[in-house]
């Protein structure tokens, strides 16, 4: 299994633009989620989805959209880049319902953003 | 909204014991976790702890539960160069289905030679 899958693993963009991350996982994982990783900060919740057609958002949504319209994939798209949207984003997912467990999530690689 | 504090740095000598604390504010967390981060890597889970539970050992680390105080650390037991890393606390706020995992900030381990 490759588990959790995040492309692109760097971009660079310039402020304005847009673009999507993406995240794939082939764990039949009913729950995902994007976190940002920013140095003293910890890890921040963005959105997360309990399944395909449901999205939520999390602590620091603004400025970032999300989509599930499969179980496998849960892209992020950034509208309209800005230099405080720089940071390492990663993809987590979890199973839910009887497979649930601990809560645990498994997390993708990363992706490491630059907003000049 | 919930919290998770961690200091965020430690620096212990090779052999020694290194001990990672982190507090938390909800006191409703079924469970609660410690993630390891090497450098240019995603998070892995190195062990949890259920919140009926006070401790739990598995090799060399060892989770201490204090769910008055709202404490809980993480002891590394001879601890060796290859656990320097970013040790992260992290909380389950809601169920085990739909609950979000809240972060601390992370803890630097530095392990000096």
């Known amino acids: 299994n490759a588990g959790v899958t995040q492309t692109p693993k760097f971009q660079v963009l310039k402020t304005g633009q847009s673009m999507t991350l993406q995240c794939a996982q082939d764990?039949?994982?009913?729950?995902m989620s994007w976190y940002r990783q920013d140095p003293g900060m910890g890890l921040r919740l963005i959105h997360y989805?309990?399944?395909?057609?449901?999205?939520d958002q999390g602590e620091v949504p603004n400025g970032y959209n999300v989509s599930r319209s499969t179980t496998e994939d849960f892209p992020l798209r950034l509208l309209s880049a800005a230099p405080s949207q720089t940071s390492v984003y990663f993809c987590?997912?979890?199973?839910?319902?009887?497979?649930?467990?601990?809560?645990?999530?498994?997390f993708g690689e990363g992706s490491r953003l630059t907003v000049l | 909204g919930e919290d998770v504090e961690q200091s965020l740095f430690l620096s212990v000598r090779e052999g020694d014991s290194s001990v990672i604390n982190c507090t938390y504010t909800?006191?409703?967390?079924?469970?609660l976790y410690w993630y390891k981060q090497e450098p240019g890597a995603g998070l892995q889970l190195l062990t949890y702890?259920?919140?009926?539970?006070d401790m739990k050992q598995d090799q060399r680390l060892t989770v201490l539960l204090n769910k008055k105080d709202k404490h809980l650390s993480l002891r590394i037991a001879d601890t060796q160069t290859g656990d320097s890393a970013i040790y992260f606390c992290?909380?389950?706020?809601?169920?085990?289905?739909?609950?979000?995992?809240?972060f601390g900030q992370g803890t630097t381990l530095q392990v000096k030679p």
């Open positions: 764990m039949n994982h009913e729950y």
């Open positions: 987590a997912s979890r199973p839910t319902g009887t497979r649930a467990r601990t809560g645990e999530l498994f």
């Open positions: 989805s309990v399944g395909a057609g449901i999205t």
């Open positions: 992290a909380v389950l706020h809601g169920s085990s289905n739909t609950g979000k995992l809240i």
């Open positions: 909800d006191s409703s967390s079924t469970y």
């Open positions: 702890i259920f919140s009926n539970m």
